[in-house]
């Protein structure tokens, strides 16, 4: 391996923002491009790619190792995650204590993000054919037989795309987890330090499971249940999303009537989407996915709220045209109680009308070919690999029957899994229990929908050495940096060797947008004790850095 200087695209990003961040780290940052076997039983198979990016210790005579990052997904590039702490804590204030700690952490370690073979700047896969998809509805109110096989049809084929591809196979954790020990090799550390979030949890476990010998701090954020198959998992998405929609941002939008205009109790607004026509349901449900991020929560209230108005609309307009149903928005006042929300509320129903007239009046419109590229094709891969699934059709559409009535936002997608027609999985997961007896810290959100906390805590019965960290009343997917100084402290600690004295440690979660209290009014004090030097910029800073972990 040789560490070279970086081509400043190599995030796939080229502005000004990066190119004063590539010139302030300087001779820190350094790329590699590692050779990994395809196949580690049977290296014969040939070499696939592996590319890394390091920005190095901070102050390199204290330097204790490495930390590596995963993003999840899977299929998430994790290249752009090595600046992630390098962003967030550079900022952090050498006066306060939590300031120090986090500066101490970029002066004592190497940040080390790469892109997982599949994705990014490694060996890419994709999956891809001429044959068309079948143009199916996911919408509860669309559920019938003729989309369910529709479903199984594209599930197919996608699988069929996939293993046309030599390099399908060898895209799983079992792999992945080999390629980490040869970096970790590689830059001469004797133990693996690691910050995996979502599926990145997963990953991590898969790799503690594998060489538990060789694991120092290990730090899952936002936890799957890894003492389970990849399946479980997937199968309990839709519950634990559904509940963050009623149980969470529910309420909060009925707390807030005049902002919204959804009702006054949370029962108001949870009639809201079933009470859509079946083709805006399917054109919002796209939208539904910000149940993963809590700073989006007041975006995804006025998706809901722009769904109701375009639907309105669309019933209220004398011809089914984009022009006729957008003079039916303009000419209908649908908040007159608050002339700017009612502006907003039709400018996002105009968002939603763009896509509706794409996907329902565009007489053009034509089937799509099968085409699996960027996160997805890895994605798929890893879903199919790593565990054995359920391969009777039969199943996944009783499920998405069964789930579109319960979960109606999110339920019908399962049927189409192309895991069904999968030709085998071809990983094998070591036993849990391989890493009982290290102590590695969990990070979990109480009502995370994404990876549901009765998941997380699964997992975390199996680790009878490890601690965990619970943020309650937050849904937040990716929690840390939180900007606080519950989490962030005791997170920050365990990475530089002092965990928890308790097993489980709970923290405080950030109210939602509207439920804030007002700012402090002495700003001169706040600033001199915050733990950043530009509290604000590090918010932003963390956001951005944050939307790497949870979109796509």
């Known amino acids: 391996m040789k560490w070279e200087v970086c081509d400043p695209t190599i995030l796939g990003i080229d502005d000004e923002a990066t190119k004063a961040r590539w010139q302030a780290l300087g001779d ?100 891809a054919t001429n044959e068309l998809m079948k143009d199916v509805e996911f ?16 599930a197919r084929k996608v699988a069929e795309a996939c293993e046309k591809n030599p390099l399908t196979p060898y895209i799983n954790s079992e792999a992945t987890a080999q390629d980490m020990d040869l970096m970790r090799g590689l830059l001469g550390d004797e133990k693996l330090n690691y910050v995996g979030y979502s599926y990145g949890t997963w990953l991590g476990a898969w790799y ?66 079933p009470s859509l026509s079946a083709h805006v349901q399917e054109v919002l449900m796209d939208q539904m996915e910000l149940v993963s991020t809590s700073k989006y929560a007041d975006a995804l209230v006025h998706f809901v709220a722009g769904a109701r108005v375009l639907d309105r609309a669309i019933a209220a307009s004398p011809q089914l045209t984009p022009a006729s149903i957008e003079q039916s928005l303009n000419s209908y006042v649908f908040v007159p109680s608050n002339p700017k929300v009612d502006a907003g509320t039709r400018a996002i129903a105009k968002l939603l009308l763009t896509a509706y007239s794409e996907r329902w009046l565009n007489p053009l419109r034509a089937p799509k070919p099968v085409a699996l590229y960027d996160w997805r094709a890895p994605f798929q891969a890893i879903v199919c690999n790593d565990t054995p699934t359920n391969t009777d059709p ?66 975390f019965s199996h680790l009878p050495h490890s601690k965990e960290v619970t943020v309650m009343q937050e849904y937040q997917h990716g929690l840390y940096p939180y900007l606080d100084s519950c ?18 440690t709970v923290c405080a979660g950030h ?34 850095f944050r939307e790497r972990i949870v979109h796509r």
């Not at 204290?62 to 930390?67: C, E, L, P, Q, V």
């Not at 030709?423 to 391989?434: G, I, R």
């Open 28 to 127: 820190r940052v350094r790329c590699a491009n590692v050779r990994v076997p395809l196949d580690y039983q049977n290296t014969a198979r040939g070499d696939a790619s592996v590319h890394m990016l390091r920005v190095s210790a901070a102050t390199p005579a204290k330097r204790r190792g490495a930390i590596f990052f995963n993003p999840g997904g899977p299929g998430l590039d994790g290249l752009g995650l090595t600046f992630g702490l390098v962003d967030a804590f550079g900022g952090s204030n050498p006066d306060n204590a939590q300031g120090k700690l986090q500066l101490r952490l970029l002066n004592e370690f190497d940040m080390v993000g790469f892109s997982p073979r599949g994705t990014g700047a490694s060996s890419r896969l994709q999956c």
């Open 139 to 154: 919408a509860p109110g669309s559920r019938n037989a003729q989309n369910a096989d529709g479903m199984l049809y594209n």
């Open 208 to 273: 503690a499971s594998r060489f538990p010998e060789r694991v120092d701090r290990m730090v899952l954020d936002s936890s799957m249940d890894f003492s389970e198959a990849f399946e479980i998992n997937v199968l309990m998405q839709p519950a634990g999303k559904q509940r963050v929609l009623d149980q969470v941002i529910a309420p909060y939008a009925a707390r807030h009537p005049d902002v919204f205009n959804l009702g006054t109790t949370a029962d108001e607004v949870r009639a809201v989407y």
């Open 394 to 459: 039969r199943f996944w559409v009783d499920v998405g029957d069964r789930f579109s009535k319960l979960y109606p936002a999110f339920g019908s997608k399962m049927t189409q899994n192309p895991c069904i027609y999968w030709n085998q999985n071809t990983a094998t997961k070591p036993p849990v229990s391989a890493m009982g007896a290290l102590e590695v810290l969990l990070v979990q959100a109480e009502n995370d929908g994404v990876t549901t906390i009765e998941g997380a805590h699964k997992a």
């Open 487 to 504: 989490v962030d402290t005791a997170v920050t600690r365990y990475l530089l060797g002092e965990s928890p004295g308790e097993r489980k």
């Open 511 to 544: 109210p939602l947008p509207l439920d804030r209290p007002a700012p402090a009014s002495d700003v001169t004090a706040k600033a001199t004790t915050s733990t950043y030097v530009d509290p604000e910029q590090a918010r932003k800073t963390i956001d951005r």
